[in-house]
Each structure stands twice: as structure tokens, then as C-alpha cells.
């Protein structure tokens, strides 16, 4: 049983993170300050660094569970062999603009800030690895809807295209006071033909033996 003394560091940890969280989807992650966070959190900035190292620190801590449950997600639809190849992509796109669009106030913070490219693992960022980490699942299920002989050679030319598009889609809604279940029930069918059009431009493109160099 936790101590009274662990019980009340566990909600300072959860008052800072929720405090970070709101100051950093409100203005902006470049913006908020450590003592800014700490008076929103109720604690003194010294306070605060007992728990977290830097604002860093606390982005990753607040982007991590979030990310890596879509992770997860993700590689159990791609681990679902009675699913096509076609129909896998489907699901892993529609999971990721309806987790983006749930999650639109953070999804800068998910995805962007403190970003470097998702094709090039060499950030010792555990949370840009996990950023990679997700676009390679991308690049995973689109290459199974590839050609043979074009899987290899331009999968991630196609995969930028493909989540870049998704991320379009995402970007149109970050703003949007509409809740997720009333843009979701207004626009499905449009997302899913978006996805279908991408799908189908791109498998025509690589059967076509397109040249991406």
C-alpha cells in the first residue's frame, strides 16, 4: 500500500503533467515556461524539477502513453493475417485520423514539436523513435500493397505521399470546435474515399513502374 507521502508526489506528478498538457495544447509548446507550469500545477518550479528533468521531460511523458497505445494497435491489425493488404491500410489509416482528431488539441505536440524526420533514425529522442516508429508501421502496411518488385525501391517515397496526405486530413480539423463523433459521422465516407483514391493512385503508379528518383 503507497505511503501518504507517495500518494501525494503521484499527484503532484499528475497536477504538473495535466498543467503542462493544457498550457502546451492552449499556447503552444515554444511558448510555456517551467515556472509558468509549476504555478499552474500548484507547485514551486524547484518542485517541479524533483520529477522532470527539462520541458523536454515532460513532453515526452505526456506523448509516450498515448503514441505507443496506437503503436500498439497498429502492429496488431498488421499481425492480422486474415486481413488484405488493401483492407489492413484501410483500418491502420482510419485508427490513426480518428486517434489524431480525438486527440487534436495535442496533436502538434504528438507529432511535431521537437520533430526531426521520420525517415532517418538517428535521433536519441525516445519519442521521436517512437514518431519513426509509427511511421514505419505506415510504411509497413503500404509496402504489403505493393508490386513485388517495387516494395523495396520506392516504398518510402510512397509511404512520405501517403502519411503526408493523412496528416493533410488531420490538419484540416485541428481547429475545429465540431466534436469527434459529429465529424466522424459527417465526413467517414469521405476520408475512406480519400484513402481509397490514395491507394489506388499509388498501385497504379508502381504497377506503371514509375520512376520516383
Do not use: W
Not at 66 to 87: F, N
Amino acid at each position: 500500500m503507497a505511503t501518504k507521502q507517495e500518494m501525494r508526489s503521484e499527484e503532484t506528478k499528475r497536477a504538473i503533467l495535466a498543467a503542462a498538457g493544457e498550457l502546451f495544447a492552449n499556447r503552444g509548446y515554444d511558448s510555456v515556461s517551467i515556472r509558468e507550469i509549476a504555478k499552474a500545477a500548484g507547485c514551486s518550479h524547484t518542485t517541479l524539477y524533483i520529477y522532470f528533468k527539462d520541458k523536454e521531460a515532460l513532453l515526452h511523458q505526456l506523448s509516450k502513453g498515448p503514441l505507443q497505445g496506437l503503436a500498439d494497435q497498429m502492429e496488431g491489425m498488421l499481425k492480422d493475417h486474415s486481413l488484405a493488404p488493401e483492407d489492413c491500410l484501410r483500418r491502420i489509416s482510419m485508427l490513426f485520423i480518428r486517434f489524431a482528431l480525438a486527440n487534436r488539441t495535442m496533436y502538434t505536440l504528438f507529432f511535431m514539436t521537437k520533430a526531426t524526420r521520420i525517415d532517418e533514425d538517428t535521433s536519441e529522442s525516445q519519442l521521436q523513435k517512437l514518431r519513426i516508429h509509427l511511421f514505419d508501421l505506415f510504411r509497413q502496411a503500404l509496402t504489403n500493397c505493393l508490386p513485388e518488385e517495387r516494395k523495396a525501391e520506392d516504398s518510402l517515397a510512397y509511404a512520405r505521399v501517403y502519411f503526408y496526405t493523412l496528416q493533410g486530413i488531420v490538419g484540416t480539423y485541428t481547429h475545429s470546435e465540431e466534436n469527434l463523433e459529429g465529424i466522424l459521422d459527417r465526413l467517414t465516407s469521405t476520408f475512406e474515399l480519400t484513402i481509397d483514391v490514395m491507394l489506388a493512385g499509388i498501385t497504379q503508379h508502381a504497377n506503371n513502374g514509375g520512376d520516383l528518383k
